[in-house]
């Protein structure tokens, strides 16, 4: 089975630019996050779909930082404008359904690093 | 917020020691997982444990859960220098929460 395809692999922009990453989960996940990873630490959730809802973005920075997932397949994170500490890597991660199921894991993305300059 | 805190952070060793890492916790988990991520790449999920006070095995890997099911430990025997990489507990219920990490670098 064909596994979470994420692009691009790098990216580097100035201060103030817009970035866009996209993600294709795997085939008949239902469920969709996003994850920033600083380097060194563990992955912070940043949003939750559903299908092609939002179950949870309380930790997405939505003064500069959006998402979608229109047709409840691939997704799309946006980040405009973009800060020095927005440098990170960028998961996406798909699971069968909702909810941490104890008989199946996250299935993740090789993410995309992004370094702001 | 659900927070889980891992130690050590970094930890340096030479191929055939043995090193446990833990993974801790002020809240009561319904199930614990572990993942192993390589530079460039995801997290790989290794195990899930469930129920409190279980171990689990996986060749050289060993996984408890503690009996009330607040923190996990890995154990690692006769380290080997593909087990290089950053190690993840991570719980929730409708979503996951992951660890600080611990970074694993095995020398030949």
């Known amino acids: 089975e064909a596994g979470v395809a994420q692009s691009p692999r790098y990216k580097i922009i100035e201060k103030r630019q817009s970035v866009a990453f996209w993600c294709n989960p795997i085939?008949?996940?239902?469920?969709l996050y996003w994850y920033q990873q600083i380097l060194g630490q563990g992955p912070k959730l940043l949003i939750q779909?559903?299908?092609?809802?939002?179950?949870?973005d309380s930790q997405l920075p939505k003064d500069r930082f959006s998402a979608e997932r229109l047709k409840g397949v691939d997704s799309t994170l946006k980040i405009q404008p973009a800060k020095l500490e927005d440098s990170a890597v960028y998961l996406c991660a798909s699971s069968i359904r909702g909810g941490t199921d104890v008989n199946y894991g996250y299935t993740f993305g090789s993410g995309t690093r992004l370094t702001v300059v | 917020t659900q927070l889980l805190e891992q130690s050590p952070q970094f930890l340096s060793i030479q191929e055939g020691e043995n090193l446990t890492v833990y993974c801790n916790s002020s809240?009561?988990?319904?199930?614990l997982q572990w993942y192993r991520q390589e530079p460039g790449e995801g997290p790989v999920l290794l195990v899930t444990v469930v129920t409190g006070g279980e171990v689990k095995k996986l060749k050289r890997l060993t996984f408890q859960f503690g009996d009330a099911r607040k923190d996990s430990s890995l154990h690692i025997t006769a380290a080997q220098p593909g087990d290089t990489g950053l190690y993840l507990c991570?719980?929730?219920?409708?979503?996951?929460?992951f660890g600080t990490g611990t970074r694993l670098l095995v020398s030949p």
């Open positions: 809240s009561v988990f319904s199930s």
């Open positions: 779909f559903q299908n092609n809802g939002v179950v949870d």
């Open positions: 085939s008949g996940h239902a469920t």
């Open positions: 991570a719980g929730g219920f409708q979503k996951l929460v």
